[in-house]
């Protein structure tokens, strides 16, 4: 019997609207649903500077609202994504990209995954070369005997 | 015993390089809040604010030529600003550097009254009632103060309460 009304809680559930990423503004969306998709993926890129770890889209103090307003305004008038990101940082600085950019100062960061990979696999490597070399000497030791 | 040394070292190895990287963060905490401004050594961005006490004397780039100026952006609604407000009214009465305001998205009625309570230490305000020309300056906490140079080049900028050591260490040693 519970478990009957738990299935018919989660179907009803599955009825609900999802809730909307820009329902954070009480502003209806951009008219085009490109342009609306690009205003989404930025402004879920972009970090709102008084929370920090927060994205502009998620933010409900202030300035990301004000943020948010001027996102919007740029991608009417007609600029790219990267011409709003330059435009966001020669303000706030890298920090405000949640992606950092590919430079030299930020190489370390984004080679660090990759290495430690293959530092993983290395130490994997040997690990298991070790183990089958020691089972391969126990079976001879117990053939020897 | 040589194979168990050799068994820990290289974790121990790690750990303890994870430990110095860990404890290192924590020192540098404090920084880690403060975003270095990327305004710093450019000209102040080009704006235009209408004066919040006088209509006809607007707060623009070109108020900002010739002269020291401390541009610190304030607003009633900011809890810090009325603890700094002490420390701008001695930097006025030290008549050094002329200080002007950027009210930051504020009542404009709250913002005089604001004034005739405390005392007006700014030479001239702008009322940026919309916030745009904070986010052009990169303002992101109030209050924030810029030091800009004669000839217009923002020099240095303090996110947070100006205090009189501040002014004095951070402030006044820059100038030339």
Redesign the interface.
């Known amino acids: 019997m519970r478990a009957r009304i738990l299935v018919a809680l989660l179907a009803l559930a599955a009825l609900l609207p999802a809730p909307r990423a820009d329902a954070i503004d009480s502003i209806p969306p951009l008219p085009e649903p490109a342009l609306q998709q690009r205003y989404l993926a930025l402004t879920h890129e972009l970090r709102c500077?008084?929370c920090?770890n927060e994205s502009l889209a998620d933010s409900p103090v202030?300035?990301a609202s004000?943020?948010r307003r001027?996102v919007r305004e740029q991608l009417l008038a007609g600029q790219s994504d990267q011409q709003i990101r330059d435009h966001m940082?020669?303000?706030?600085?890298e920090?405000i990209l949640f992606r950092p950019r590919m430079s030299w100062r930020t190489a370390w960061l984004w080679s660090l995954p990759g290495v430690l990979m293959l530092v993983g696999i290395v130490i994997g490597v040997r690990v298991l070369r070790d183990r089958r070399q020691r089972v391969g000497e126990e079976s001879e030791e117990s053939l020897d005997a | 015993m040589n194979a168990v040394a050799n068994r820990f070292a290289l974790p121990l190895a790690g750990f303890a390089l994870l430990l110095v990287v860990l404890i290192a963060g924590l020192y540098h905490a404090p920084e880690k809040g403060i975003i270095v401004s990327p305004l710093l050594g450019k000209p102040t961005p080009q704006f235009s604010l209408p004066g919040l006490l006088d209509e006809s004397s607007p707060l623009q780039a070109q108020t900002l030529r010739g002269h020291w100026s401390l541009v610190n952006v304030w607003g009633t609604w900011c809890f810090e600003c009325r603890a700094e407000h002490e420390t701008l009214l001695q930097i006025k009465q030290q008549g050094k550097v002329p200080i002007f305001g950027i009210d930051w998205k504020d009542d404009d009625d709250k913002a005089r009254a604001w004034l005739s309570e405390l005392g007006n230490p700014y030479e001239r305000i702008g009322a940026d009632r919309e916030g745009r020309v904070a986010i052009d300056w990169g303002v992101y906490g109030a209050p924030e103060s810029f030091l800009i140079n004669p000839s217009g080049t923002v020099v240095y900028k303090h996110v947070g309460a100006l205090t009189p050591e501040i002014w004095q260490q951070e402030f006044l040693s820059r100038l030339l």
């Open positions: 500077m008084q920090q202030g300035l004000d943020l001027d940082v020669a303000r706030y600085g920090f």
